[in-house]
C-alpha cells in the first residue's frame, strides 16, 4: 500500500512559480512511476507529467517547457515545478503512483492517488 499526500499549492499571480510536492510513504517507492494530474472545474482529469525512478520523464503538451517533475528517492518525495503560471493552469493537482517503471498517462494505469493540492493563477 502506498499514501501520497500533496502540498505546496496556493494562490498566485500569471507569470509566477510554484513547486508542488508528493510525500509518498512505502519502502518501494523508487520503483514506482509517479506523475502528476490535475482537474479544473467542470473539466475531465488530465495527464500533467511522470517520471520513474532512472528520471526518465514525459511531460503534456500543454506544460511542457513550463513545468518540471523531478523526484527524490532517499526522501520519497516527487516535486512539479511550474514556472510561468497561467490562468489556464488553475486546477487541483493530484499525485499517482503506479507499481512499474512504465509511464503512461492514462490515468487509469495508476494505482495510487493523492487527495490533491488547490492551485489558482490569477490574470
Known amino acids: 500500500q502506498v499514501q501520497l499526500v500533496e502540498s505546496g499549492g496556493g494562490l498566485v499571480q500569471t507569470g509566477d512559480s510554484l513547486r508542488l510536492s508528493c510525500a509518498a510513504s512505502?519502502?518501494?517507492?523508487?520503483?514506482?512511476?509517479m506523475a502528476w494530474f490535475r482537474q479544473a472545474p467542470g473539466k475531465e482529469r488530465e495527464f500533467v507529467a511522470a517520471?520513474?525512478?532512472?528520471?526518465?520523464?514525459t511531460y503534456s503538451g500543454s506544460v511542457k517547457g513550463r513545468f518540471t517533475i523531478s523526484r527524490d528517492n532517499a526522501k520519497n518525495t516527487v516535486y512539479l515545478q511550474m514556472n510561468s503560471l497561467k490562468p489556464e493552469d488553475t486546477a487541483v493537482y493530484y499525485c499517482?503512483?503506479?507499481?512499474?517503471?512504465?509511464?503512461?498517462?492514462?490515468?487509469?494505469?495508476?494505482?495510487?492517488w493523492g487527495q490533491g493540492t488547490q492551485v489558482t493563477v490569477s490574470s
Open positions: 512505502g519502502r518501494t517507492f523508487s520503483s514506482y512511476a
Open positions: 517520471i520513474n525512478w532512472s528520471g526518465a520523464n
Open positions: 499517482a503512483a503506479r507499481s512499474t517503471a512504465i509511464l503512461t498517462e492514462w490515468s487509469n494505469g495508476y494505482d495510487y
